[in-house]
């Protein structure tokens, strides 16, 4: 069965305070083109998670377009840092929930294996821990081991509304390449409730079947299939292109104040169409060319 | 000595000597890729290099601008997940070394990347976790690498991201925590951990500086041996592979 959408018709799917899991490490395969068009159609009120947080999520925070966040830190590695996440939990604006990469992978695996809790060694004697347990609501308890005796800290199961995955190739089933390291991506997909794909380029089921091992992502889990090449521009695809280290920067910039972002969305994101003019306004096709990676290097 | 080396050059051969052969180790970005790459290429040829997304062994040919560069992945034997480098490698309790920076750190070895200022009033916020806290939490030793200064050796820190040895004593292991801190490393001293009190402790000052310049420029008194060696300088080798093969972009080192 097919599910090849178009980016409009599969964003159009995701109603306002919907719970989203974004793939984006740092400044790697983030869902960007999925981001601008989110903000485009001006949906509201999302929850974002992510193990660490990444320039979709950034982006999405900084177009008022998240009240919460649960992460475990994250930066644009040297780029510089999460601004719009950052000062939303300075300014009181963002609540964030903040935690390490594995308590957040945790949460997705008790999530994907339908388990009731996860055990967890990490974030004792820490301040993290402390800062969770005051929330309302809170996501984190303790209990003591049945068999041993000993106290643990315990996870409750994170079960997102939609998973939004950039990979590399997908046939129109959605079964999807991920190539090179997968950081929550497969935990993600499994604990939500359906993932959208967003594949930078649709194969044939031949294909797929020919190399099945590749596989990270059964199409079973997936409601729509996207095929838009450079979806995750400015960040990078493995094997497919590096990341645009100038527009990086001038995200960076822009992200410095509210009123410099202001103007970055209006010329990047509300000031084009679509895609393919977001494409041709970063420097088309002789800009994007230059990015393509090097098959031995991947990058 | 008929050669120079930088402040940097010294904290990451330090840091590479720490590291033994056979040994796993966890890095985090910045100078403990350098000391790492530095050790495997030197005395611990069959060390194994975990990046906490999912990066095993990686045999770089470029410098990277951090974990998130395909760069720092290249020639890698495994490329897997968080849940299998934090989790089945990690939390299984199969990594002898984490290997971490921060902005702050106390005299238990309790690190801060989280933010700078009140907690609960005003405050920047910075990186976070990542990895870290899990690193600080489940490996088998931690070494925390950061320039010697007064504003990031303190007292009291903002904020525990990543815990060490807690209030110190057997706090750690009273919250169900093995390991800990074994070494913190700056550009001007190396410190360990008492015994028993858990307190920073000067092992070693770096050739060229004096007690009190180490004890000048940290907001707390460390516990003090009777003898106080200097740290032994890199060689003309280790130096050599840093500038030559490890980091010949200044990525990692910075510009000292």
């Known amino acids: ?299 | 000595m008929d050669f120079d080396y930088t402040p940097s050059e010294l904290m990451a051969v330090a840091g590479a000597r720490e590291l033994q052969d056979k040994e796993v180790v966890a890095v985090g970005l910045g100078l403990p890729v350098v000391a790492s790459f530095l050790a495997k290429q030197t005395h611990a040829p069959n060390m194994t290099i975990l990046f906490e997304l999912g990066v095993i062994d990686p045999q770089p040919v470029d410098c990277g601008v951090g974990l998130a560069d395909p760069r720092v992945w290249y020639r890698a034997n495994v490329l897997s997940s968080f849940v299998d480098i934090l989790g089945e490698v990690l939390h299984r309790g199969r990594v002898d070394v984490g290997f971490l920076g921060g902005l702050e750190v106390d005299q238990y070895g309790n690190l801060n990347t989280s933010l700078l200022g009140e907690p609960k009033g005003k405050f920047r916020h910075m990186i976070g976790s990542g990895g870290a806290n899990d690193i600080a939490s489940c490996a088998k030793r931690t070494i925390i690498i950061m320039r010697h200064e007064e504003r990031k050796l303190k007292k009291a820190i903002s904020f525990i991201t990543s815990p060490g040895f807690i209030t110190g004593g057997d706090s750690r292991a009273k919250v169900g925590l093995a390991g800990g801190p074994s070494r913190v490393i700056t550009d001007k001293a190396i410190f360990g951990f008492h015994p028993d009190t858990k307190q920073m402790m000067l092992i070693s000052i770096h050739p060229g500086i004096t007690l009190e310049d180490v004890l000048g420029t940290m907001g707390f008194s460390p516990v003090l041996p009777e003898q106080v060696p200097y740290t032994e300088p890199p060689t003309r080798e280790q130096v050599r592979l840093i500038r030559e093969v490890i980091d010949p972009q200044h990525m990692y080192m910075g510009k000292d």
């Open chain 1, 1 to 299: 069965m097919t599910k090849l959408s178009t980016l409009n018709e599969a964003v159009a799917s995701i109603p306002s305070g919907a719970h989203l899991a974004l793939s984006g490490f740092a400044i790697t395969r983030c869902t960007m083109a999925f981001a601008r068009e989110i903000i485009r159609q001006g949906i509201k009120n999302l929850t974002i998670s992510q193990c660490v947080g990444a320039m979709d999520a950034d982006m999405l925070v900084g177009a008022e377009a998240v009240t919460r966040l649960i992460y475990g830190g994250g930066s644009l590695d040297r780029f510089g840092r999460l601004n719009c996440v950052n000062r939303g939990i300075e300014e009181g604006t963002l609540a964030a929930e903040e935690y390490s990469s594995l308590s957040v992978a945790f949460r997705y695996l008790a999530g994907s294996l339908g388990i009731p809790f996860m055990p967890i060694r990490s974030l004792r004697g820490s301040d993290l821990m402390a800062q969770l347990k005051e929330k309302s609501g809170s996501n984190l308890a303790n209990i003591t081991d049945p068999f041993t005796g000993e106290d643990w800290p315990v996870l409750r199961p994170l079960l997102p509304d939609v998973a939004v995955v950039q990979v590399q190739v997908a046939d129109q089933e959605g079964n999807a390449w991920i190539m090179g390291p997968r950081w929550d991506n497969p935990e993600q997909v499994r604990a939500s409730k359906r993932t959208i794909v967003i594949a930078e380029r649709i194969v044939t089921d031949e294909t797929i079947r020919q190399n099945p091992e590749r596989t990270m992502i059964p199409g079973l889990f997936v409601s729509h299939v996207v095929e838009l090449p450079f979806a995750a521009h400015p960040t990078s695809v493995y094997r497919v292109y590096d990341y645009d280290a100038e527009q990086i920067q001038t995200y960076v910039e822009a992200t410095r104040t509210p009123e410099s972002f202001r103007a970055y969305l209006d010329h990047y994101v509300f000031g084009v169409r679509d895609h393919w003019e977001y494409l041709e306004r970063v420097g088309g096709l002789k800009r994007l060319n230059s990015l393509q990676a090097d098959p031995v290097l991947g990058y």
